[in-house]
């Protein structure tokens, strides 16, 4: 049952689009009732975590513990827990593979190349979320089109050739302001680096703050181009080079 009375909390235009999100969410759910929300536990994530467990919906949460992550990250766990009662479940690498990868190339190997950077990702991100959506017929993501360059033409749904799975974005369309008002608006648990300049944060050396006028995933893997900046998990994204832009 909906605890949240949207007409009253937000004003009509994001009232709107909340029914919209959460008759999204149910209609995920009927068609696909093992589908999952992928949550990194940043501000999308977070909504998409209230719009499921305040709508009753029986829909699983889970995110990946990379073994990178800030402290303020692992913290919104326990945000969760207290404000909703309900477990968001926890899928972590292969400890021998880390150690192995680790032993190899050192803990920091990522900076070095983008090959080596995305064998830390495949191992640490890439392979636990395969195993956290196998047997599964779709999954949910909290990524917007305005996110970055590789996510401009993001479909509302997919069909995920990557995974073998059926992809849903239900925020494809959603705004940055949009997704702050239903924040603020509804009194969502959110992680409060994002208070302290990082509007998309992933794991703790590969994440920084950004300056005004950046781009919102100019922080993540800050050192690479920017058309090379996916982990692995939305690899069908995509890519728009900056040349076809025309800027
Ligand atoms: S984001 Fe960085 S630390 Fe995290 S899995 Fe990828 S390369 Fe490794």
């Not at 009232?15 to 999100?21: E, I, N, P, Q, V």
């Not at 972590?92 to 880390?98: E, G, S, T």
């Not at 090379?228 to 800027?247: Q, Y």
Request: aromatic share 8%; charged share 30%.
């Amino acid at each position: 049952m909906t605890t949240t009375d949207v007409s009253v909390e937000l004003d009509a235009g994001l009232a709107a689009r909340w029914r919209d999100l959460t008759a999204r969410l149910a209609d995920i759910r009927r068609r696909y009732p093992d589908a999952a929300l992928a949550s990194s536990l940043a501000a999308e994530d977070m909504v998409l975590t209230h719009a499921i467990y305040d709508s009753g919906l029986d829909l699983e949460v889970f995110t990946l513990d990379t073994g990178r992550l800030h402290a303020e990250t692992l913290g919104v766990l326990d945000a969760v827990r207290e404000r909703y009662g309900r477990e968001v479940t926890v899928y972590r690498p292969i400890a021998a593979a880390v150690d192995e990868h680790v032993a190899a190339h050192g803990a920091f190997a990522f900076y070095e190349s983008v090959e080596l950077r995305k064998a830390c990702c495949q191992i640490r991100k890439v392979e636990p979320l395969k195993r956290a959506l196998a047997g599964r017929g779709a999954w949910i993501t909290g990524q917007r089109r305005a996110q970055s360059t590789t996510r401009g033409e993001l479909a509302l749904e997919e069909d995920d050739k990557t995974f073998g799975l059926y992809k849903f974005n239900p925020l494809a369309d959603w705004s940055e302001e949009d997704v702050w008002s239903a924040i603020r608006a509804l009194g969502i648990p959110y992680n409060p680096l994002h208070d302290q300049g990082y509007p998309s944060i992933g794991c703790e050396p590969c994440t920084r703050a950004i300056r005004p006028g950046e781009d919102l995933r100019a922080g993540r893997w800050w050192w690479e181009s920017s058309d090379s900046k996916e982990c692995g998990l939305h690899a069908g994204n995509r890519v728009i080079s900056i040349a076809a832009r025309g800027d």
